[in-house]
């Protein structure tokens, strides 16, 4: 079974300053691991993802995640946050056989970015 | 915004009716998923469909179904509803066969059961 562990609810930063939001898997094998952001009464919006390589991971609007095996954690990260960056975050993860296309999110970060 | 559109927006239904929810893929992709999201929670894998047949299924019990059209849009159907259905339902499309491929959610249906 895979799981996603997301240890805080609320985080709670100030405009200007660098973010972290935490994420910690479990799954059979290697993963795919995912970043999705959620403004109110909308979809979710795809940020990045880890597939192989590189542990460091651009994505848009300047975040960044860095995939860490031994601590089987991908954190999300901004070197700066921005007001607009408040929203709902979710991690996911998928196992990487073929036809096994399911995501396992986690219950969700929010993040308030406080001007 | 992804190419995923979801109808209707907003459904209010009444405990032991029938509910059809439609999501159309974006251009290129060819599976759709499920998901379903009740408030302060994740989102939970309902199940998936590719070439018009279900690809896997998460926990959820027999009166959620769906279907997959030749053009690739989807629909899930919910009989005997119950309160714990009210939900927002997502839907999500991506490219069965490139595995390491995103999938692109829709703005979801917002069901309401009363």
């Known amino acids: 079974a895979q799981s996603v562990a997301q240890p805080e609810d609320q985080v709670n930063v100030a405009e200007g300053n660098p973010l972290t939001v935490k994420c910690t898997y479990s799954?059979?094998?290697?993963?795919?691991l995912f970043w999705y952001v959620q403004y109110p009464n909308r979809g979710l919006q795809f940020l990045l993802k880890y597939i192989t390589g590189d542990n460091l991971v651009k994505g848009s609007y300047g975040f960044e995640a860095e995939f860490n095996k031994s601590q089987t954690s991908f954190h999300l990260k901004k070197p700066s946050a921005l007001v607009s960056d408040s929203a709902l975050y979710f991690c996911a993860v998928r196992a990487t056989n073929f036809g096994n296309e399911k995501l396992t999110f986690g219950t969700g970060t929010r993040l308030t970015i406080i001007p | 915004e992804t190419g995923v559109t979801q109808s209707p927006t907003h459904l209010i239904k009444t405990r032991g009716q029938q509910v059809t929810l439609r999501c159309s893929s974006q251009?290129?992709?060819?599976?759709v998923s499920w998901y379903q999201q009740a408030l302060g929670q994740g989102p939970q894998f309902i199940f998936q469909?590719?070439?018009?047949?279900?690809?896997g299924r998460g926990n959820f019990p027999p009166r959620f179904s769906g279907l997959q059209f030749p053009n690739y849009s989807s629909e899930l159907n919910v009989n005997a509803l119950e309160l714990d259905d009210s939900a927002l339902y997502l839907c999500?499309?991506?490219?069965?066969?490139?595995?390491?491929?995103?999938?692109?959610f829709g703005p979801g249906t917002r069901l309401t059961v009363l």
């Open positions: 799954v059979s094998g290697n993963p795919y």
């Open positions: 999500a499309s991506s490219r069965q066969g490139a595995s390491t491929d995103t999938q692109y």
């Open positions: 251009s290129g992709h060819n599976t």
């Open positions: 469909y590719y070439r018009e047949e279900e690809n």
